[in-house]
């Protein structure tokens, strides 16, 4: 009989333990949001892990990494304990996430953490459970195309354009190879083509050809979805000064006739003139005039 109770004892006990440990009392709470954008970095952002009593506290190191403790973490993420004290830990989530995501933040604590204060024991695993003061917060920001920098398409129309460029920046969505040598609808007798990709999302297209009128109009550039990492057509954003100035060519200019030369008149040759008499001074005799008289008919 003895032994029999000793061997009740013994179950009651052990089946007391196990209960503990399957189903504690405790429970984690999380306070804090993950947010970002898929493809760019979330910086470190930081949440609370709280328990709910304070019989039982986190033994856990600083710095450890414990991505496990969150099922649905979005892809890209780590989760690092930066701080704790007993029975709070402040967790860093740090990365680049790589899918979209909004959803209650999980927490499911692995075995040898979460320690009761009083028996020394750990409580088990903490089954995952959802936090609705904790959320993970990852969007998808629209694809957007923009020209890089100013660029003027010149020339002359009739004669053929020296090669100019025009620079497209993609944000959030990069380009397929088949980019490279992809040939954009021909505009005014110019043909634009992508002549290469840089960092898979910086496009140079090279402008040729012989435009065939005045043109003054801004560039318009479409990228189909097909040479894109993304689900649909991007049209650049149109921008002031990058634009076409095609010029008309300039009317050949006649010479003017070679004047008819004028004979240049003679010279009218300057008078001379007539001697004047000069007054006589009272001391100076006057002049004798003689005169002659003819002598015909007398005898």
């Known amino acids: 009989m003895k ?33 970002g954008y898929v493809g760019e970095s979330v910086g470190s952002q930081v949440v609370i892990l709280e328990l709910t009593d304070r019989d039982y506290y986190f033994d856990i190191e600083n710095y450890e990494d414990i991505t496990d403790w969150f099922p649905n973490i979005p892809q890209g993420l780590e989760a690092i304990a930066i701080d704790h ?69 010149t020339g002359i129309t009739g004669e053929q354009l020296e090669t100019q460029k025009v620079y497209v920046q993609l944000y ?21 083509v992508c002549i290469d990709v840089l960092s898979s999302n910086t496009l140079i297209i090279e402008y040729s050809g012989i435009p065939q009128a005045e043109d003054q109009s801004l560039i318009h550039t479409t990228l ?29 200019v006649e010479p003017d006739p070679e004047p008819i030369p004028v004979p240049e008149p003679e010279p009218i040759p300057e008078p001379i003139p007539e001697p004047v008499p000069q007054p006589h001074s009272e001391t100076e005799p006057a002049p004798v005039v003689e005169f002659v008289i003819p002598m015909t008919g007398i005898e």
Request: proline share 6%; net charge negative; aromatic share 6%.
């Open 85 to 153: 004290v007993s029975d709070n830990i402040h967790v860093s989530f740090e990365g680049v996430p790589n899918e979209e995501k909004d959803e209650f933040m999980e927490v499911a604590v692995p075995d040898g953490y979460i320690v009761d204060s009083n028996s020394g024991d750990s409580i088990g695993v903490l089954e995952n459970t959802p936090s609705e003061n904790a959320q993970f917060k990852i969007g998808v920001k629209e694809p957007q195309a923009v020209y890089e920098r100013e660029a003027v398409i």
């Open 3 to 35: 032994k029999l109770l000793i061997i009740l004892l013994f179950l009651t006990c052990l089946f007391s333990y196990k209960s503990v440990k399957a189903s504690p009392l405790v429970m984690v709470e999380a306070r804090g949001n993950v947010e």
């Open 172 to 192: 959030n969505t990069t380009c397929e190879a088949s980019m490279v040598g992809h040939v954009f609808p021909e505009h005014n007798g110019l043909t634009p």
């Open 224 to 252: 189909l979805n097909e040479d894109l990492k993304c689900d649909l057509d991007l049209e650049v954003a149109d921008r002031e000064d990058v634009r076409f100035d095609i010029k008309p060519k300039a009317e050949p």
